[in-house]
């Protein structure tokens, strides 16, 4: 299995719901990355989680939550979210001890915020 | 900081070679992705230069001169399907090794 698999691949919802993206990957990767893509612009790093612990936040608000139960899973918990978080979320992963890698991405989820 | 620069647009022909130009300014560099992502798609990872030279993977190739701050993807036997964006994008020690900062992309097109 050399693939990130996303769900859903497309949410639309209210700016007082609260909903979950998820991203699994089975290829053994110890990092997993939540990216935020506008269009035409390039993917902008949110967080880092290494080893199933967060180590990296890029001042990302609140209303975004991330979580790693495992290692093979990462979650993003969203509430109370604002049109302008409207986006394609991405998420990755790479395998950090080798050192030719290179980081592999999830077909993305298309967030439509109402 | 890191200051990664593409051009933003090129056009080409079905069957051309084109080369898309990357210029980073970064301390501590760590390495330089090339993705390639189609429209409403995610990005598909290309090459991974560490190491000066040029690394050759099928019609694609990627070069990387550290001194220069420079790298290219070079894409022969151009086909249709090759229109799409291509990212640059630096890994550095001072930002942290796992932090992946893209450039804004070039967008490619192929007419037949």
């Known amino acids: 299995d050399t693939e990130v698999t996303q769900t859903p691949k497309h949410l639309v919802m209210g700016m007082t719901n609260k909903k979950s993206l998820k991203c699994e990957q089975h290829?053994?990767?110890?990092?997993m990355y939540w990216y935020k893509q506008k269009a035409k612009k390039p993917p902008e790093l949110m967080f880092v989680?290494?080893?199933?612990?967060?180590?990296i936040n890029e001042s990302v608000p609140s209303r975004f939550s991330p979580e790693c139960p495992n290692s093979s899973l990462l979650n993003l918990h969203l509430h109370a979210l604002q049109p302008e978080d409207s986006a394609l979320y991405l998420c990755?992963?790479?395998?950090?001890?080798?050192?030719?890698?290179?980081?592999?991405f999830g077909p993305g989820t298309r967030l439509t915020v109402l | 900081g890191q200051n990664i620069d593409q051009p933003t647009e090129m056009t080409a022909t079905e069957g051309a070679i084109v080369q898309i130009n990357c210029t980073y300014q970064?301390?501590?560099?760590?390495?330089l992705f090339w993705y390639q992502q189609h429209a409403g798609e995610a990005p598909t990872f290309l090459s991974y230069?560490?190491?000066?030279g040029l690394e050759e993977k099928g019609r694609f190739s990627s070069f990387l001169s550290r001194s220069k701050g420079y790298s290219y993807l070079l894409l022969k036997e151009l086909q249709m399907k090759d229109s799409a964006s291509y990212l640059c994008a630096v890994k550095s020690l001072n930002t942290g090794f796992q932090k992946l900062v893209f450039g804004t992309g070039t967008r490619l097109l192929v007419s037949p």
């Open positions: 230069n560490v190491l000066d």
């Open positions: 970064t301390s501590g560099f760590n390495g």
């Open positions: 990755a992963s790479s395998q950090e001890s080798v050192k030719r890698e290179g980081k592999f």
């Open positions: 989680y290494s080893y199933e612990k967060l180590s």
């Open positions: 290829m053994g990767h110890r990092a």
